[in-house]
């Protein structure tokens, strides 16, 4: 069995999209993943990948968000 710890969960304002991240445990100290759960409307996306891809996504998504005008839409709040 694996344990699922929510970290983060925001809305997009633009598109309504839910935006959930969780990590995920596996029983016996095993591989833990970051869970990444996309909902719209009633469809949902669930993706696990390991800490060194999320490190790679994360670091490209901050070199795009920083090469954006800075007049755009203020991120969202993190609930």
Same mark, same amino acid.
């Given at each position: 069995m694996s344990t699922l710890t929510p970290l983060e969960k925001w809305t997009i304002p633009v598109t $309504?999209?839910? +935006? &959930? *991240?969780?990590?995920l445990d596996f029983e $016996? @100290? @095993?591989m833990r993943l970051l869970r990444t759960r +996309? =909902? &719209?409307?009633? =469809?949902f996306t669930v993706f696990d990948i390991d800490p060194q891809s #999320? =490190?790679?996504? $994360? &670091? #490209? *998504?901050?070199r795009w968000a920083q090469a954006q005008p800075a007049h755009q839409t203020q991120p969202p709040e993190v609930s």
């Open positions: $309504g999209q839910v +935006i &959930e *991240l969780q990590q $016996g @100290g @095993g +996309i =909902r &719209e409307k009633s =469809r #999320a =490190r790679l996504w $994360g &670091e #490209a *998504l901050v």
